[in-house]
């Protein structure tokens, strides 16, 4: 049952009852790569079984600041935003029955880095905490993954090319020395000398 109103309730009100009290998870920072899909995760619990009154929100604020903006709503069906910087680019995940509200953004990019909140609401349970979700998109760069073969080659075939290298240059200049030292030195074989 609920408790009696305290003094704390005005800046908690789900002290007001404890009972009315949504449980919600989500990551604290998502990594993503531009124009890649990137999935923004958000489970929740109620106390409560879910109705058709469930509403999910998820709010947005850039890095620079600035206010929220809701850029995905649900109670039902889900709308998905027509304008602003997220249009035809938020996609609905979720499964309401088990407790699933995440969504996933298409082709991210570096300035949709921010802030994220979702945030449940299951009459008459609708007090909950409101963990952020920090997006972090950034550009995928050359990915090269060294795989115990790739090293192991890698390792043997830079110092054998090195030494081959070293060694057709000295080969090489001894030949030429060679040659140098044998034309002011040539003696005369004995058939020219008898002639």
Same mark, same amino acid.
């Given at each position: 049952?609920? @408790?009696?109103?305290?003094? $704390?309730?005005?800046?908690?009100?789900?002290?007001?009852?404890?009972? $009315?009290? $949504?449980?919600?998870?989500?990551?604290? !920072? *998502?990594?993503?790569?531009?124009?890649?899909?990137?999935?923004?995760?958000?489970?929740?619990?109620?106390?409560?079984?879910?109705?058709?009154?469930?509403?999910?929100?998820?709010?947005?604020?850039?890095?620079?600041?600035?206010?929220? !903006?809701?850029?995905?709503?649900?109670?039902? /069906?889900?709308?998905?935003?027509? *304008?602003?910087?997220?249009?035809?680019?938020?996609?609905?995940?979720?499964?309401?029955?088990?407790?699933?509200?995440?969504?996933?953004?298409?082709?991210?990019?570096?300035?949709?880095?921010?802030?994220?909140?979702?945030? /449940?609401?299951?009459?008459?349970?609708?007090?909950?905490?409101?963990?952020?979700?920090?997006?972090?998109?950034?550009? @995928?760069?050359?990915?090269?993954?060294?795989?115990? *073969?790739?090293?192991?080659?890698?390792?043997?075939?830079?110092?054998?090319?090195? /030494?081959?290298?070293?060694? $057709?240059?000295?080969?090489? @200049?001894?030949?030429?020395?060679?040659? %140098?030292?044998?034309?002011?030195?040539?003696?005369?074989?004995? /058939? !020219?000398?008898? %002639?």
């Amino acid at each position: 049952r609920c @408790r009696r109103p305290s003094p $704390l309730s005005a800046v908690c009100p789900a002290c007001i009852c404890g009972a $009315l009290s $949504l449980d919600i998870k989500t990551s604290p !920072e *998502v990594r993503g790569y531009v124009g890649e899909q990137v999935v923004l995760k958000c489970s929740f619990k109620s106390s409560f079984p879910i109705t058709e009154s469930l509403t999910i929100d998820w709010t947005y604020r850039p890095l620079t600041g600035g206010q929220m !903006e809701t850029v995905f709503h649900y109670q039902s /069906v889900a709308y998905t935003p027509s *304008v602003g910087r997220f249009k035809d680019r938020i996609s609905w995940l979720g499964n309401t029955a088990k407790g699933d509200a995440s969504i996933a953004i298409q082709s991210p990019s570096v300035s949709d880095n921010g802030t994220f909140i979702c945030s /449940v609401k299951n009459p008459p349970d609708v007090y909950h905490n409101i963990p952020q979700t920090v997006l972090i998109v950034t550009e @995928r760069g050359f990915s090269f993954q060294l795989t115990s *073969v790739t090293l192991l080659s890698i390792v043997v075939f830079i110092p054998s090319t090195v /030494v081959v290298v070293l060694m $057709l240059v000295r080969m090489g @200049r001894k030949s030429g020395l060679i040659k %140098e030292k044998k034309k002011p030195g040539c003696k005369k074989s004995s /058939v !020219e000398e008898s %002639e």
